[in-house]
């Protein structure tokens, strides 16, 4: 069990970059798999990225943002990244990182610890 924290959202113009950080506690972050969710208003909690355990070897992608964000982890600083490049207003929603022990999931219900969510906006 770890607990983490999400931070760098904010308010950026379509076209522009953001970096969030998801930063764990304790001492086996490396046996996490590591997932990026997100939620628009009205609307379900949708997968955007995951990295599995140990060196991150392994990276999945929801299609709609392929090509445009990047996952990936530091396990000495026991945080996992996602850059946001392109940034599009269909973007816009609260990003939430998530934890799940070992593998890799794209359902929100496999994963055991959450953060409390960043809010990104991308204007038009």
């Known amino acids: 069990q770890v607990q983490l924290v999400e931070f760098g959202g904010g308010l950026v113009q379509a076209g522009g970059s953001l970096r969030l950080s998801c930063v764990a506690s304790?001492?086996?972050?490396?046996?996490?798999?590591m997932g990026w969710f997100r939620q628009a208003p009205g609307k379900e909690r949708e997968f955007v990225a995951a990295i599995s355990w140990s060196d991150g070897s392994y990276t999945y992608y929801a299609d709609s943002v392929k090509g445009r964000f990047t996952i990936s982890r530091d396990n000495a600083k026991n945080t996992v990244y996602l850059q946001m490049n392109s940034l599009k207003p269909e973007d816009t929603a609260v990003y939430y990182c998530a934890a799940r022990r070992l593998t890799t999931s794209r359902d929100y219900y496999d994963y055991d610890d959450w953060g409390q969510g960043t809010q990104v906006t991308v204007s038009s």
């Open positions: 304790g001492r086996t972050f490396s046996n996490y798999a």
